[in-house]
Structures are given as C-alpha cells and as structure tokens.
C-alpha cells in the first residue's frame, strides 16, 4: 500500500499508525461486494474473537478522525483505499475499504488516503 499524506494527512497519519502498533492483526474483510469494494472491520470491534487490543491499540482505535477530501482526488481505480465512516462525515476510525472498481459516488464524500501498489494478482476475480 502507499499512502497519501499529501491528500489527507491526518487519516494516512492514522493509519499508518495504527498498522505500526499491530491493531490490524487479526481484523477481518467483513464486505466485499464485486466490482465495488473489500471492506475491513473497524480494529477494536471487528477482530477475531479471543483477539484482544493492548491499552495503546484501543486507544488509537477508537479515535475519530475528519474527513479530507479534494475534488480532484476521485474514487477511480481499483486499488484506491477509501476511509469508512458512519452518517458524520467526520466518525472515521479504523475501517475502510479497497474499492475494487470505480465508485464515483463516493467522491467528497469519503476520504479517500492511499492506493493498494501490488498484491492484486495474488486474488481470485471480484
């Protein structure tokens, strides 16, 4: 994966940060919907069950993070990695999707902080 600090720097700061402290260990695709998205649970609800979150995991993990959109930073690709969120445009945490064709729908509406480099061709067709 490669972030995008330079589009949404706090939410590539969050994640990466995130990753760095092992809260994604163990946290599952709950979604996956063809030709739209693979989505991850969020890291202090979604993980395998007997998984735990150390104090620093669980704190990092349930801090929100604002949305950060550019209107020429668009849901185009396959690969672009897309922050999930509930109906508050700012309730971003720890899931997020990997969209797995074009979504235009979503642009300015979710903040969009990085792109998948390689690891498509290890999957079967979505």
Partial sequence: MALYPEVAPITARHILKLAKLGAYNSVHFFRVDKGFVAQTADVVFG??????????????????????VLPEVKHDKRGILSMGRHSDPNS?????????????HLDMQYTIFGEVTKGFEAQGPV
């Fill in 47 to 68: 993980r395998l069950e007997g998984v735990g979150l150390d104090a620093r995991q669980m704190e990092d993990g349930d801090k929100s993070v604002p949305l950060e």
């Fill in 92 to 104: 971003g945490k720890s899931s997020f999707s990997i969209l797995l064709g074009p979504a235009p």
